[in-house]
């Protein structure tokens, strides 16, 4: 047995691992939380399945919860490993629940599946079931001691062996046979087996005497039932003859309606038809009509919405032009205005020029001539003439003048732009169109030309309901000729009278009265059988007692082989028990030749009792002590020892060993004794994991974990 590669998807803190092994001994070094132990309990559960939930045993106690990955629903990985030189490959996934869990083995060569169930691979492969893998291929850290289980394994193919030669061996076979042969007489239910079955024939030989005691009185009853039947069926064929009869009545009777019935829609449907067509006609009329009318309204259907929605833009184009138009106008009084105050300014000034002008010379010549001939104060007048200089030499643009020009510029300009616009010819031009549309759809204005227009689509959506009344009409009258002329031509049937109960009543009253001859018929067929034929079919009374005194005496005799089964299976049960104590010698002397190279022949006698308690010898040989008493590190590998004659007692070569951490608590010493025994004694592949350094012969088999 040799484990070769461990592929890990997700089992507790390892995630998508893996770890290829060798055969032989290997020392898997790590430290702390690196995944030692958990991949010790991988390669467990890849063999045997997660142990059950221990009550009581908190987190430690349910492997499903402590191993399940944080957030995670499964767990999953595969083991490859070889046996006896064939390579297989398991897979298995663990789910929440048992129920979700999933196993698959395969071949490594060509991948064929192996059908096994689960529970089974590990004692298949290794040899050993559940429990006792744990109590002897596996060693957990500080966990070298074990105790006897309810149904322990070990012990059973220990004991086995010491008295047969035969693990497999036949006090447990023995045992069983007479079980099954206990179970054969009556089952572990207590509700099947040949004794109990054995019980219900005698009940039934008594239930069956029973009734042939009543047999007598109850062949004259049938005899009387009999009568009773054949009077209820001749009764019921003279009732069924005289329906039959009246039921043809009510044939013709409503062959005759169903005539009538016919002659009436026939006539409804003629009927109908002429006034389909008479409304056909005038739907036609009417047609004619509004596409007569629809003529009126040809250019107003030829405009269409758009155009129409462009005479209501036109319109208002024309407004604003309009306005434009007003404005120009506006404007060129305005100017015409401007520039008769401009000319009027200018004429002003010309006109009171002169006058000053001649009055100003007019008094220098005065003053002249006054100054001169009469007094030189008279040419004072000239500083008068002076003054009347400035009126003459007035500038000819004034400011309010020069604000009347430019102003009359400025509108001059503007009436320039509004002139080259051409807003008369462009205004008159769109009226003229507007006109020319109001004059074709003979109307004057917008609103007449869209009530005209929804007049107009009125009249096109009755026309389009009359095309689609006219069609349905047709239709109509199209599918009710076709069905008259299919119809057969109808002549007065001559009347039938009838009062009575329908066909269908009467053929429910048929079925009725034949399903009563019919029952009448096979009781009577059944009674008269038994009648002829005595119940010939029964027993008498007198085979009947036999079977039952013979019946009787198969069960004494069978309840005594019952019995007797019972007591040889408790009392072998008894021995058995016994004999497990003998293999203990067995036991002691591979235990004791153990223990004695391990402490360097400190210890060298061990005594091991049935429940697998260890006691030994105190090394002055004066006293023996059980194990509990001596070191921890002595005690762990007392059961070291132990485990380890258990296993050459089991196997000629051990095909595997798992220890995790085992010798911890051991000196230098003595786990180089451990470990150098290991060497000599080991399996075919020794998996010692640690967080120590290996010991100087084990430091070529290393592999180091990190804990990434």
Known sequence: MKIVKLEIEKFGGLRDFALELTDGAQYIHGVNEAGKSTLCAFMAAMFYGLPAKVRGGGLKGDSRSLYMPWGETYMAGTLHFEHEGTGYVLKRRFGQTARGDKTNLYTAKDWQEIVMPPEEIGQHFLGVGEEAFYKTLFISQLGAAFEKGKEDELMMRLSNLENTGDEDASVQKALTELERVQHELVSKTGRGGSLVQLDGEIEALKQELFEAKQKHGLFRSLLLDIRRMTAEKEETEQKLKRLLEQRKSALAFEAYQNEIRAMKEQAELTLRLEKEKEALAKEKQEQNRLRK????????????????????????????????????????????????????????????????????????????????????????????????????????????????????????????????????????DMQAEIASVYASAEVHNRAALLEKAEAAKALAYQIDSKEKEVFRLQESIAAMEKTLAAMPKQEMPEAVVYDGPSVSALDAERESLQSKQLFLERELAQNNAKAENGFSGTRSVSVIETALEEALKRREAMQETYETVSLAKNTMAECFEELKSSFAPMLNETSGTVIAELTGGRYQEVRVTDDYKMMLKTPDGNEIVPAEYVSAGTYDLLYFALRMAVLHTLYEKIPLLILDDTFIQLDDERQKAAFSWLCRNRAEQVLYFSCHKP??????TVITLTNN
């Open 293 to 428: 009318k629809q003529e009126s309204f040809a250019y107003i259907l030829s405009l269409g919405q758009e155009q129409i929605l462009q005479i209501a833009e036109k319109e208002t184009v024309c407004s604003v032009l309009e306005k434009q138009l007003a404005e120009e106008q506006a404007l060129r009084q305005e100017v015409d205005s401007l520039q008769e105050a401009v000319s009027q300014k200018k004429e002003t000034k010309k006109k009171l020029r002169i006058p000053i002008i001649t009055v100003s010379v007019f008094i220098a010549i005065a003053a002249a001539v006054l100054g001169v001939f009469v007094k030189p104060l008279w040419f004072g007048l000239l500083v008068i003439s002076a003054l009347l200089i400035p009126f003459f030499y007035q500038k000819d643009d004034p400011k309010e003048l020069l604000a009347l020009e430019a102003k009359l510029s400025e509108k001059e300009s503007g009436l320039s732009k509004l002139a080259a616009e051409e807003t008369g010819k462009k205004l008159s």
């Open 695 to 700: 010991p100087a012969e084990w430091e070529e």
